[in-house]
């Protein structure tokens, strides 16, 4: 399981990344797609995946249909155009980063001396 702290600034690029890779999705669907994909290592709660979800519509990169389940209302959240940017741009920021970070984390002692005056 990975550190909530980690995944937090990272969460929205996420479901911007499922959601233009699968159109349309609801929340609980969401959260078993990343849990299925990292192999369970995130297991997001629900109360972790809602506010992120709102927040996207809010700012207007998500839109909602509303879906009658029998008794139930499902709600499916897809990219407006200005979420299938927002999304290219999170993940290119994203990839970018975790490229640097992985660079960093390679860093050998070794090197040091290059950063010695």
Do not use: C, N
């Amino acid at each position: 399981m990975h550190s909530p702290e980690l995944l937090k600034g990272m969460l929205k690029t996420i479901i911007l990344k499922l959601l233009s890779e699968h159109k349309r999705m609801y929340g609980y669907e969401i959260i078993q797609a990343i849990k299925e994909i990292s192999d369970g290592k995130i297991d997001m709660a629900v109360a972790a995946i809602y506010p992120v979800l709102h927040k996207l519509r809010d700012e207007g990169s998500l839109t909602i249909e509303k879906v009658a389940m029998g008794e139930r209302v499902r709600i499916y959240y897809s990219l407006t155009p200005d979420g299938s940017s927002a999304a290219k741009e999170k993940i290119e920021e994203l990839t970018d980063f975790l490229g640097t970070i992985s660079k960093l984390m390679d860093f050998k002692p070794g090197l040091q001396s290059l950063f010695l005056v």
